[in-house]
Nanobody, 123 residues
């Protein structure tokens, strides 16, 4: 399985970005995908996740109401729409895939990772 993340960039506070993650290789419907972010000197933290079959979603409290995770099954792609961005959202964002339908918030449950995309929000 390979994951290719894209869509990061630099925006001012209050702006929006949409991240994309394309999954390729051998996958199945019994997987879940998630976005994590990691700021310098900090641990990788869960942002949002989605169950591939059924589309159930989960969010970190810090992004509820601002970020939306979605998927396009035909394109094997997961999106993270980020609105009302804040300087504290600045980080490298990673997409990750785990085998199994439960969206876990712990990074160690995810076996496959994309390369990361930088998001910078200025005040």
């Amino acid at each position: 399985v390979q994951l290719q993340a894209s869509g990061g960039g630099s925006v001012q506070a209050g702006g929006s970005l949409r991240l994309s993650c394309v999954a390729s290789g051998r996958t199945s419907n019994d997987v879940s995908l998630a976005w994590f972010h990691q700021a310098p000197g900090k641990e990788r933290q869960f942002v949002a996740g989605i169950r591939w079959s059924g589309g159930n979603t989960g969010y970190a409290d810090s992004v509820k109401g601002r970020f939306t995770i979605s998927k396009d099954s035909a394109k094997n792609t997961v999106y993270l729409q980020m609105n009302r961005l804040r300087p504290e959202d600045t980080a490298v964002y990673y997409c990750a895939l785990r085998w199994g339908s439960t969206v876990h918030t712990t990074a160690s449950f995810y076996k496959h990772w994309g390369q990361g995309t930088q998001v910078t929000v200025s005040s």
